[in-house]
């Protein structure tokens, strides 16, 4: 059903900047959807009567809001680290565990010996459970590969995520993850690797390259030669930046004009400056501050730079495994500085901002029509209630998928 009549709507958080406030708040509303995009949205006393024949669905007082965009996740994965996750509970650092060949490392070599039907059934089973909490549209990378055979199958899986469900996926290219056990003592060599072999390999299999700049993983010159290089093959830049140490990767950002500049959990006035602007959107994970018992990111002072904020799970093996963004909205709430109005609108357009897809996030005509009818009257139970689903219904291009 791409035709849809929603009536009954107590709260629509439509995302509209000519409406009124942040989530341009409409009561008592309806929303028309005709071929999976959104005709018409606002109060039902004013619907149309060329959308009253429509199939409708009475929401019965319920809160309507756009479908949560997930802008940054690693889904495509095999292995488990939870060993790792009590490590750190214990006292070790992420970088004692890495050096010593756990972290991504070992989910490298689990990926690499896993069957791709076995890689497809992981990556759809956390893909389904997601959609099941709202997301309709998640960003799946690359990465846990680093060879050129492994990575384009990854990117093979993110693909094929979407014909076993109704979630619209986005793949990156994120060979530039780390330097492999085998390139240890020629990180040149894997750079070279990168850009002659893997990128044009990568080209028509990914939206995006993201390259890990950060201490331990890439330098800024060899993130600005790689993404440069994956321009020319149709890709658009991201980055992995200031997640570790203060590596120069938010500065490069702006400097490239990327999509967006993620995690940024050390940043300076004067990164903030230049990401706003050059309107390189900021993606940022509480979800991942909460695991790795860190200071939460810098999400507050991004926001009042004037940097678009974006909200995601990161979800991976290692440092986030989370697969709920309501909990992500929760999160930003109680530990980044983020209002619910702020946080919601970092989970939907925000989200849809740091992956430059103008059609989503937002209740609008011409919009994709991706919806969730929430079992409450207002968006305030979801950071009220974290780690509570409460999503009654998923609604993907006009067509309820979950309820």
């Known amino acids: 059903m791409t035709d849809l009549l929603l009536t009954g709507i107590g709260q629509l958080v439509t995302n509209d900047s000519d409406r009124d406030g942040l989530l341009g708040l409409v009561t008592d509303a309806a929303v028309a959807v005709k071929g999976g995009r959104v005709a018409w949205a606002g109060p039902e006393s004013e619907l149309l009567k060329e959308f009253r024949e429509l199939p409708e669905l009475d929401c019965s007082g319920r809160a309507v809001i756009p479908g949560f965009v997930d802008s940054h996740t690693h889904l495509v994965f095999a292995g488990d680290r939870s060993d790792e996750f009590a490590q750190r509970l214990r006292g070790d650092s992420y970088e004692e565990i890495l050096a010593a060949g756990g972290g991504i490392h070992s989910t490298v070599a689990a990926t690499r010996a896993e069957k791709t039907n076995l890689l497809l059934n992981g990556a759809v089973h956390r893909a389904k459970r997601m959609l099941g909490m709202g997301t309709t549209t ?5 990465g846990y590969g680093l060879d050129l ?22 793949r990156t290219f994120l060979g530039a993850h780390v330097v492999p056990a085998e390139y240890s003592d020629d990180r040149a060599g894997y750079v070279r690797l990168v850009i002659e072999q893997m990128l044009p390999a990568a080209a028509g ?35 992995h930046a200031n997640q570790l140490g203060h590596s120069g990767g938010a500065a490069l950002a702006a400097e490239i004009g990327a999509a967006s500049a993620d995690h940024l959990d050390h940043v300076t006035q004067d990164d ?11 993606v940022v994970f509480p979800s991942v501050s909460l695991s ?33 963004m309501q909990l992500v909205v929760g999160l930003a709430t109680l530990t980044a500085g983020l ?7 970092a989970a939907t357009r925000g989200g849809a901002t740091a992956l430059q897809l ?27 209630r974290p780690g509570t689903d409460l999503v009654r219904m998923v609604i993907k291009d006009g067509e309820p998928v979950v309820s």
């Open 138 to 142: 998640v960003e799946v990378k690359s």
């Open 339 to 345: 209002t619910p109005e702020e946080a919601l609108w």
């Open 292 to 324: 790795m018992r860190i200071d939460p990111p810098p999400a507050r002072q991004l926001w009042d730079a004037g940097v678009s904020v974006a909200i995601a799970t990161d979800c991976n093996p290692g440092t986030s495994y989370v697969e709920n």
């Open 272 to 282: 903030l400056a230049r990401l706003a602007a050059t309107g390189t959107a900021a």
């Open 149 to 170: 055979q492994t990575e384009i199958r990854m990117l093979e899986v993110a693909r094929a995520i979407s014909d076993h469900l109704a979630i619209d996926v986005v």
């Open 205 to 239: 299999h990914a939206d995006f390259c993201d390259v890990f700049c950060d201490d331990g993983a890439f330098t800024v010159d060899e993130a600005r030669e790689i993404l440069t290089v994956a321009a020319r093959h149709g890709m658009k830049a991201r980055l």
């Open 358 to 384: 103008a059609d989503k996030g937002h209740v609008t005509p011409g919009a994709v029509a991706d919806l969730l009818m929430l079992e409450a009257d207002t968006y305030l139970e979801i950071p009220y």
